[in-house]
Nanobody, 124 residues
Framework: QVQLVESGGGLVQAGGSLRVSCVAS????????MGWFRQAPGKAREFVAA????????YYAESVKGRFTISRDNAKSTVFLRMDSLKPEDTADYYC?????????????????WGQGTQVTVSS
């Protein structure tokens, strides 16, 4: 099993930037595809971005493409989500998730491991 802990959320003005991180612990010897999801108040959870174990493959939701960048440092068991040109509609709790295997997925149901989330608030 793997445990995930997010950090780096906070309050930022529209147009600003923020980087959230997710550190994995536990059984990190397996190769995990990592994803970021978010959930705004009163809304369903939605996919944001995902990255393969090697980092060679990434996938983004249309709503964040060109503004967000997912990356990872396997030596530190950490995955990052750099968020630029933030908009008020990006306000949400951001969760990282992990799944074993090479296939990137945008569906949360394929990720068995989840962090507790970090809150991002973008003011207008």
């Amino acid at each position: 099993q793997v445990q995930l802990v997010e950090s780096g959320g906070g309050l930022v003005q529209a147009g600003g930037s923020l980087r959230v991180s997710c550190v994995a612990s536990g059984r990190t010897d397996s190769r995990y595809t990592m994803g970021w999801f978010r959930q705004a108040p009163g809304k369903a959870r939605e996919f944001v971005a995902a990255i393969s174990w090697s980092g060679d493959s990434t996938y983004y939701a249309e709503s964040v493409k060109g503004r967000f960048t997912i990356s990872r440092d396997n030596a530190k068991s950490t995955v990052f989500l750099r968020m630029d040109s933030l908009k008020p509609e990006d306000t949400a709790d951001y969760y990282c998730a992990a799944r074993e295997g090479a296939a990137i997925s945008s569906e949360g149901r394929f990720y068995p491991y989840w962090g507790q989330g970090t809150q991002v608030t973008v003011s207008s």
